[in-house]
């Protein structure tokens, strides 16, 4: 009955309107779930959910972007998700309210959880708005819900945002509003929005409980939200926004993301689902066609963003040539000391790697006490195993020093016990490539990132070891080299590492060619390569005009190919040792890439006894061959 009720009202609207869109009276039924859609071609769902919105809103220039494969998955969820889309547009202001979420991001809210309980209040505060008018969307929200509830439960139960959804669904689907008595207060005041028609409102809400349940402490560092929403769209204009689109940008990247917050505040998908199904699918959405035009900017763009290139033309080409090939054949290099000490123009980008060194000094600053620590324990590492490499042995001999005390002996023993020689053990010399991960995934890390290489360094200088750092991300087909310290520098420049800032994707395999290129030029004995990375390729596919698309560089091709990489630089007597700085979901892939030799920190207090241990074996490693 409520869908048929429904499908009358939907008639009827289409009949009455007249200004509806083109083609839409012809489809009344496009909200009913017992229509099999799966046949219909892309461009029918896509003019049907448009329709349910429009609808719905009343507004026909909304714009919706529909997943067709989570529609095909679950249609309730989509068709949900569009009718609370315009629901929300139509009674509250949808654009004030994902402001707030982009301002409240720019001041340092973690996006996951934030997103999570603005989907929560937007659900609480649209869907009794559009139930009057519309009653068959109960039905809809139901079997939404159902299917969350049976196909998303364990995700949902890792956190607290996830825990207060599921509350709120269970209770939706059968009138059990019982729960844990954490969950309990976050719950009421979401539910107590199905009276608010207040956009503001819904903003304090959101406030109130991310500042309560997701970080205590972000009011007294950052400010009231009085001072979140006195930031300016100029400020926000110079933010890099860049490091939270999946997909690459070279302008009004502001715009993009605003619009990413109004599509995904009115679903209840996560951002961690909907990244992890972008990984599984794959290829269509990790491609970027460029055309001529586009492919002439990118080069300029590049050196605005990351830094002019320390490098001739010549010896850049030469190192492409050499470097790009195999997996990595449509890529190039580009080989910077970062846009803070060779820009191009005081940009906003320029501006964002200013405040992000500032953030990274000033966790230095604070950390000194747990810096000095690790610095003095793994130097005391590194010194014994490097004395030992020089300490002598005396041995008996044919030939050396006479015995004066054995001379008795002549005649009646082996002569080769009559002198002794000193030996030493080995004194071949070291050199230390730091290579770190500065792709947009570590961008909650920056500040541990830098000071873990930061503190390797120290150490490294102490026992005179010389060493470079370097960073690396992909933006494009370009992934950029960006140097931080040079093998013969002094040890001031070590501090150069807090320019560290994060961006864009990560090609993974190929910068660990180019950092292996770049150890295999010096002349000492002995080379190690330090990588400090999330275990997590992932690069987006550049088709210029003529050239072949590969594979899309993430999952297990990413992971394989850089382990492949890995491998080839042990074969060429390079030591590679892993540092993992990810998430512990993501350990299986850094266990593929690094084996045995890979050390995963998850107190940094202990950082120095773990790294030490591993660097501690490969000095000793040939003493004890």
């Known amino acids: 009955m409520e869908q048929d009720e429904l499908r009358k009202n939907l008639w009827e609207q289409r009949q009455e309107g007249g200004d509806g869109p083109a083609g839409s009276e012809t489809n009344p039924a496009v909200v009913f779930a017992g229509e099999e859609l799966e046949e219909e071609d892309s461009l029918e769902i896509q003019t049907r959910m448009k329709n349910l919105m429009w609808t719905v809103s009343g507004d ?16 309730y969820v989509s068709m949900y998700d569009a009718i609370k889309q315009g629901a929300f547009a139509r009674f509250f202001d949808k654009d004030a309210f994902a402001l707030y979420l982009v301002k409240k991001v720019y001041y340092g ?27 068959g969307v109960r039905e809809i929200r139901q079997k939404s819900f159902e299917y969350l509830l049976d196909h998303k439960f ?62 205590p402490s972000f009011e007294k560092q950052h400010g009231d939200l009085e001072k979140i929403l006195a930031v300016s769209l100029e400020e926000l204009q110079e ?42 699918r794959g290829t269509a959405r990790r491609v970027v066609v460029l055309d001529e035009e586009a492919v ?101 001999s044919y030939y050396g020093v006479i015995q004066p005390r054995k001379l008795w002996r002549v005649g009646r023993t082996d002569p080769g016990r009559l002198f002794c020689r000193s030996t030493k053990q080995n004194s071949t010399r070291f050199a230390v490539e730091i290579l770190m991960d500065a792709s947009g995934s570590q961008r909650e ?38 140097r931080f310290r040079d093998y013969e520098d002094p040890r001031e420049k070590n501090k150069d590492v807090f320019r560290y800032i994060t961006s864009s994707n990560n090609r993974d395999g190929l910068a660990i060619r180019a950092a292996g290129d770049s150890l295999l030029g010096r002349d000492e004995e002995n ?16 088709n210029r005009p003529g050239s072949r698309n590969p594979k899309p560089y993430c999952g297990e091709y990413g992971v394989q190919d850089t382990a ?56 000793e490693q040939d003493l004890e061959e």
């Open 564 to 619: 492949w990489e890995v491998r080839s630089l042990r074969g060429n007597g390079i030591f590679v040792l892993g540092v993992f700085t990810g998430d512990e979901k993501d350990l299986a892939a850094e266990k593929i890439i690094f084996g045995k030799d890979f050390a995963y920190i998850r107190d940094i207090r202990n950082f120095s006894r773990v790294v030490s241990g591993y660097l501690q074996r490969l000095l």
């Open 239 to 280: 933010f890099n926004w860049k490091n939270f689109l999946e997909e690459e940008a070279l302008e009004n990247v502001l715009e993009q993301y605003v619009s990413r917050m109004e599509q995904q505040m009115t679903s209840f998908e996560t951002l961690e689902d909907q990244k992890e199904e972008q990984e599984k």
């Open 527 to 542: 080379r190690i390569l330090i990588v400090l990375s999330d275990g997590r390729p992932n690069d987006v596919i550049v």
């Open 60 to 75: 026909y220039r909304l714009d919706t972007k529909l997943d067709l494969q989570s529609f095909r998955e679950s249609r």
């Open 445 to 482: 890390r920056q500040g541990q990132v830098a000071l873990q290489a930061y503190m390797i360094s120290e150490s490294l200088s102490n026992v005179g070891i010389p060493h470079q750092i370097m960073s690396f991300c992909t933006f494009w087909d370009y992934t950029v080299m960006q």
């Open 109 to 135: 809210a973690d996006e996951m959880p934030l997103m999570s309980l603005a989907q929560l209040c937007v659900d609480a505060a649209a869907y009794p708005k559009v139930l009057p008018e519309r009653p």
């Open 154 to 215: 364990s995700r949902l139960c890792a956190n607290l945002p996830g825990k207060i959804k599921l509350a709120l669904m269970r209770g939706a689907v059968s009138g059990d509003w019982n729960c844990e008595k954490r969950i309990r207060e976050p719950l009421e005041m979401i539910r107590a929005l199905e009276q608010s028609s207040d956009t503001m409102e819904l903003i304090r809400t959101v406030d109130r409980l991310y500042n309560r349940m997701i970080d």
């Open 296 to 396: 002439k900017k990118v080069y300029s763009y590049v050196e605005k963003s990351f830094g002019r290139t320390y490098l001739t033309e010549r010896e850049q080409k030469q190192l492409n040539y050499r470097l790009c090939r195999g997996a990595h054949r449509d890529c190039s290099l580009h080989y910077t000391e970062g846009i803070l000490a060779s820009p191009v123009m005081m940009n906003a980008q320029y501006v964002n790697a200013r405040k992000q060194m500032q953030n990274n000094r000033r966790l230095f600053l604070n950390s000194q006490n747990l810096i000095k620590r690790n610095v003095e324990a793994m130097t005391q590492f590194l010194r014994r195993s490097l004395n030992r490499r020089t300490e002598s042995d005396v041995l008996p």
